[in-house]
C-alpha cells in the first residue's frame, strides 16, 4: 500500500500538528492559518452540530456528513475522530468506507463501551482488548488500498485508572496493523515520558485545554518522541469564548461599534468565503 498523505507528512517533516475543526468555515479558517493537516473533533461536533456534550449522541451518519463537508472545502489530510465505529465491526467497516468516501485520509477509532464519552471525562469503561484488536483489523480491511490513516486510540488509562494496562492496549493496537496509536488522557510529563519510552511510534498526544494531560508545545514533544499532535477543542473554545463576550456586549450595551475590532470585517470574512471567486464564477455562465 502507498504511504497515505498523512504518513507523507510524518516521512518529510518527522511530526504533525492537527487543529481541531467541526464544520467548512472552522476548516477553511484552519488552512488558511497554514495548517497541513486538520482533525474533525467528535466533541466539537456534537456541540457545535448538537449543542451537546460528548457522552455517545453524536451519530456514525453524523460525522460522516461532518466530515464531507469540510473535506469539501479543503486541499488536505482530513483526520475524523470515528469514536468506536458505531457498532460492531460491519460498522465499523461502513464508518471507514463512509468516511473514505467522504474525502477523508484517516481516522481516530477508540476502545471505548457505546455509549461513549470524551476522553477526559469520568465514567469511561473500555471493551475488552481483542475486541478493539478486531475493530481495527476491520478498519484496515475496510480502506483496501485506499490513503486512509487508521490510529487505536485506547481510553484505559481513565476507564481502569491504569497506565500500564493502556500501554499494554496500545502496543497491542499496532501489533494488529494500526498505523499509529494514541494513548489518551495521561496525567503528567512522567507519564508522556512512559508512553514515549514504551510505545512504538508514531504516537499521538492530545493536547486539551483544560483536560487531564499537561499541555506542551511542538518542540516538547518531538523531543518526546510523539509524531503527532491534534488540539482538537482549541478552535471551539476560541469561537464560544468569542461569542459569549460579544453577545453579553450586545445585550448589555444594545450595540457592537464599540467592539468592532474584535471582529472580522466584511471584507475579511468574504475572503475566506471567497466571495469574489463566486462573482467571477458566475459572470462566466450568465447570460446577457
Known amino acids: 500500500m502507498a504511504m497515505t498523505s498523512v504518513g507523507r507528512i510524518l516521512d518529510s517533516q518527522g511530526f504533525l500538528l492537527a487543529p481541531g475543526v467541526y464544520d467548512a468555515l472552522s476548516a477553511k479558517v484552519a488552512r488558511r492559518a497554514g495548517f497541513e493537516a486538520l482533525f474533525i473533533s467528535g466533541y466539537s461536533v456534537a456541540a457545535s452540530q448538537l449543542g451537546e456534550p460528548d457522552i455517545g449522541l453524536l451519530t456514525q451518519t453524523e460525522i460522516i456528513e461532518a466530515a464531507r463537508r469540510v473535506c469539501r472545502v479543503v486541499d488536505c489530510p482530513v483526520i475524523v475522530d470515528a469514536d468506536t465505529g458505531y457498532g460492531g465491526t460491519l460498522n465499523v467497516i461502513r464508518t471507514v468506507k463512509e468516511l473514505i468516501a467522504a474525502g477523508a485520509k484517516g481516522c481516530f477509532l477508540e ?41 487505536g486510540r485506547t ?5 481502569t485508572g491504569s497506565l500500564d494496562e493502556a500501554i499494554r ?26 508512553i514515549s519510552a514504551q510505545v512504538q511510534p508514531p504516537f499521538v498526544a492530545n493536547m486539551l485545554e483544560g483536560g487531564v494531560t499537561p499541555i506542551l508545545d511542538r518542540g516538547e514533544l518531538r523531543a518526546l518522541g510523539f509524531k503527532i499532535a491534534v488540539f482538537p477543542l482549541t478552535g471551539l473554545f476560541a469561537a464560544a469564548r468569542a461569542q459569549t463576550e460579544v453577545f453579553r456586549h450586545l445585550r ?37
Do not use: N
Open 111 to 151: 476502545d471505548q463501551v457505546w455509549p461513549k464519552r470524551c476522553g477526559h471525562m469520568k465514567g469511561k469503561k473500555v471493551v475488552p482488548l481483542e475486541e478493539h484488536v478486531q475493530r481495527l483489523k476491520a478498519a484496515i480491511h475496510a480502506r483496501g488500498d485506499a490513503d486512509f490513516f487508521v490510529v
Open 155 to 159: 481510553d484505559a488509562r481513565e476507564a
Open 169 to 194: 492496549r496500545a502496543k497491542a493496537f499496532k501489533a494488529a496493523g494500526a498505523d499509529a496509536v494514541f494513548v489518551e488522557a495521561p496525567q503528567s510529563l512522567d507519564e508522556l515520558k512512559a
Open 252 to 288: 448589555e450595551t444594545g450595540t457592537t461599534r464599540d467592539v468592532l475590532d474584535r471582529l472580522l470585517t466584511f471584507h475579511d470574512f468574504h475572503e475566506i468565503v471567497d466571495l469574489e471567486g463566486h462573482y467571477a464564477l458566475d459572470k462566466r455562465f450568465s447570460v446577457g
